[in-house]
């Protein structure tokens, strides 16, 4: 039964410095292409749908995220204190009490297909794309239903860092994520690796797919640039 998506929580801490010189001083959401912020695009889609609570992580060069809560009067800045020691989780912790009913989005990515953020969702998922090979992360699935995560992998679905959690599986998310980051390898764990790896017996998390260059995660001045290429062509 689909429901009104009432949340999305944009991951935006990281210092980005595969992407240098353009995060020097510049966090990597904010870094532009073709002259709109990443992370912009991905508040106007929310926006576009009508999702009413917006929340921003934020953690390297926080403060020039500020300005985005006069452009979008229903966003909150979160902050994660241990951005620059831990890897991801810790925004999911900042997190915690928003992730029901919600999207998790990564800051870093391009979305071309605003459209992929809806109105209303009914199930979990992660948007994904199939491929023969990937070096990337990806996801083994049976039947849409994601039973693995991984680096590198064949005839898969590459993963793409947008996802949806109804309220019962963000609940779990929450709970789960909290007991994770607890761990003596928490800080070292990546978020998503909670629910498709260490808790996967207590998900049931779908694959909802999506078409090449749909969505691009920039890591590499080079993908940068090859975004700056392809949005001027």
Sequence with gaps: MKQKVQRMIILAAGKGTRLSPLTDDTPKPLVKVQGIPMVERLLEAAKNADISELYLVTG???????YLTKKYPNLTLLYNKDYDTANNLGSIIAASDHLENCYIAEGDLV???????TSEQSESNYLGKYVAKT??????TKDQVITGIKVGGENCYHMYGISYWTK?????????????????DGKELYWDEVALKLYQDMFQIKVRPCREGDVIEIDTYEEWLACEKRESQ
Excluded: M, N, T
């Excluded at 070096?135 to 083994?140: A, K, L, P, S, Y």
């Design 60 to 66: 390297y060069k926080a403060e020039q995220f500020s």
């Design 111 to 117: 979305l071309y297909r605003p459209e992929l953020i």
């Design 135 to 140: 070096d990337d992360w990806c996801f083994e």
């Design 168 to 184: 019962e599986d963000g609940q779990k998310l929450s709970a789960c994520a909290k007991e994770a980051y607890d761990r003596a």
